[in-house]
T-cell receptor
Framework: QKEVEQDPGPLSVPEGAIVSLNCTYSNSAFQYFMWYRQYSRKGPELLMYTYSSGNKEDGRFTAQVDKSSKYISLFIRDSQPSDSATYLC???????????FGTGTRLTIIP | GAGVSQSPSNKVTEKGKDVELRCDPISGHTALYWYRQRLGQGLEFLIYFQGNSAPDKSGLPSDRFSAERTGESVSTLTIQRTQQEDSAVYLCASQPGRGKPYGQYFGPGTRLTVT
């Protein structure tokens, strides 16, 4: 079993819809949780990060962490065609440097 | 300012040949990471540098893989006697220092194809 599980999709939604992306994990030592966006043939770009449980909002993006369920989510409101990309969750533990990534969910926003 | 750069952007090599991949981190970033991304997979950690020392090289898949870093600048990842399963995108990331694991900035990657 992988440490981080993420549905690879693909996921297609109409423009303006709310998108929900999720990851589950098994390592209870993970404390920092991140979401990266990766456009085709580009490196990942950090979108959001949260520490421990709770919610964090940044514009149209909201990240949620539920450590009791080992479940993290990224919500995108008012989705735009420019949001079409692969979204990767990543996480790490206290004092650890390397990130453990999910496989990524490929998202397409249909105009 | 300039971001993380990697070269070459694409590399096609024959099985059994050695390849060298280069990463130029953001100036002043002391931490540097190498990851591998196979088709349809997430990023797989290979090695972490703090300055020119490598406290964590646990992700290197075999002794055919090695990496070095000159001071707090350029890093090279070398793959000897390449195999077809080495085909992947190799990504480099740099970070200002320790203590902020979310601060990793990625380069565009080197796409390696072993024929």
């Amino acid at each position: 079993q992988k440490e981080v599980e993420q549905d690879p999709g693909p996921l297609s939604v109409p423009e303006g819809a709310i998108v929900s992306l999720n990851c589950t994990y098994s390592n209870s030592a993970f404390q920092y949780f991140m979401w990266y966006r990766q456009y085709s043939r580009k490196g990942p770009e950090l979108l959001m990060y949260t520490y421990s449980s709770g919610n964090k909002e940044d514009g149209r993006f909201t990240a949620q962490v539920d450590k009791s369920s080992k479940y993290i989510s990224l919500f995108i409101r008012d989705s735009q065609p420019s949001d079409s990309a692969t979204y990767l969750c990543a996480m790490t533990g206290w004092g650890n440097e390397k990130l453990t990534f999910g496989t990524g969910t490929r998202l397409t926003i249909i105009p | 300012g300039a971001g993380v750069s990697q070269s070459p952007s694409n590399k096609v090599t024959e099985k059994g040949k050695d390849v060298e991949l280069r990463c130029d981190p953001i100036s002043g970033h002391t931490a540097l990471y190498w990851y591998r991304q196979r088709l349809g997979q997430g990023l797989e950690f290979l090695i972490y540098f703090q300055g020119n020392s490598a406290p964590d090289k646990s992700g290197l898949p075999s002794d055919r893989f090695s990496a070095e870093r000159t001071g707090e600048s350029v890093s090279t990842l070398t793959i000897q006697r390449t195999q077809q399963e080495d085909s992947a995108v190799y990504l480099c990331a740099s970070q200002p220092g320790r203590g902020k694991p979310y601060g990793q900035y990625f380069g565009p990657g080197t796409r390696l194809t072993v024929t």
